[in-house]
């Protein structure tokens, strides 16, 4: 038995968002835009958007202070925001952070609850969500999770629930184009990192797994050309193989790299894809031991030889080493291990076996 949950429509490609007042005017009469401080101005996906709702009278207004990593602090100060304004729906145009923002920020609009009851529910049902990416790796405008910072926890958290589901999704991947060649590897490594995780997790489901071999597809061959100018048709695969992987990691979750890659953010300040990017090696060695038929497959649709080939090509891309006290990766191991992400990785997961890639990483 299984079960597939994908209830966002998706609009997928170049100027998807023309047209698209019709299907917002649906939502309301007035949206909260949710948005970081520069970039969906710069790459225009904040300008297409307005244009969109201003196309059909619908009013809105701008949250754009949503920092990466977003704390509670601030999906709290935009929520209130957002109450203060009667917004009827919530839009989060950037990256993860806003994305993600926006999805816990529209369910604060109709649930009360503390910092803890933030992260475990009962919900009801929050504002109406719509998301437009403008990096291709996180698959927040597909997933049903909004990952925040907890300061009181001391790590990154998540918000987990149907209920935050986007209603509407517009992924253009023209948007990526001033994206970094840094960033655009961290998020297009952290869009590999879901897919492999997903095919690799003890939650993969035949229909799961469909996507994951799609994403790999397209993602594995760029693993090798991103860096100078990217073209569009790059781009394009870059969105595709995020958004896919972003619906893998809808049914199954992640696995013991992003559980660990968590602490690597928050204590360390390595973006989030470049602290998956690190860890993959370590955590593919395990699955050759428990995964050996599915590893097989990883490596010839990604086109790597084995093992050694693929973690070549990530040091190259992060070249970066990471030196951890022993006090450090006690620490870590104490966060990580009791998290879902552990739970589903098909292998004996003990606080050894967490320490040892961390130590791994100097
Ligand atoms: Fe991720």
Not at 154 to 178: C, M, R, W
Not at 257 to 263: C, E, K, L, P, R
């Amino acid at each position: 038995m299984f079960m597939y949950e994908m209830p966002t429509r998706l609009y997928f490609g170049k100027d998807c968002l023309k047209g698209a007042g019709k299907d917002l005017k649906q939502l309301g009469k007035k949206a909260l835009i949710v948005t970081g401080r520069h970039s969906a101005k710069i790459n225009g996906s904040q300008k297409a958007v307005t244009d969109a709702l201003e196309s059909e009278g619908v009013a809105w207004v701008l949250f754009d202070q949503i920092e990466n990593n977003p704390s509670i602090d601030t999906v709290r100060r935009a929520a209130d925001f957002g109450k203060s304004q009667h917004a009827d729906f919530v839009i989060g145009i950037g990256g993860g952070s806003p994305m993600d923002a926006a999805k816990v920020i529209a369910l604060l609009c109709t649930n009360e609850l503390d910092d803890a009851a933030l992260f475990t529910g009962p919900y009801v049902r929050p504002l109406p969500i719509v998301t437009v990416p403008t990096t291709s790796g996180t698959g927040s405008e597909v997933t049903k999770v909004g990952v925040l910072t907890n300061h009181h926890a001391g790590t990154k958290q998540s918000v987990n629930t149907p209920l935050i589901f986007p209603v509407l999704s517009y992924a253009d991947p023209s948007f990526t184009e001033s994206v970094s060649t840094t960033v655009t590897m961290d998020t297009a490594v952290d869009a590999l990192s879901h897919a492999i995780e997903g095919y690799m997790s003890r939650k993969s489901t035949p229909m799961s797994d469909v996507w994951a071999e799609e994403a790999m597809r397209f993602l594995g061959p760029h693993l090798t050309d991103l860096e100078g100018n990217i073209p569009y048709v790059v781009r394009e695969d870059l969105m595709y193989g995020a958004t896919t992987a972003g619906m893998v990691i809808a049914q199954t979750g992640t696995t013991l790299v992003h559980g660990m890659g968590y602490q690597l953010t928050y204590y360390k300040g390595l973006s989030h894809g470049r602290a998956n990017g690190l860890l993959l090696p370590g955590y593919m060695r395990l699955m050759t031991e428990t995964m050996e038929d599915k590893v097989e497959k990883i490596w010839d649709i990604l086109g790597f030889s084995g093992l050694q080939d693929f973690a070549d090509c990530l040091h190259s891309l992060m070249p970066e080493r990471v030196f951890l006290t022993e006090e450090e990766i006690e620490e870590y191991v104490r966060l990580t291990l009791p998290t879902g992400a552990v739970a589903s990785t098909p292998y004996e997961v003990n606080g050894e076996v967490i320490a040892r890639l961390y130590r791994e990483l100097a």
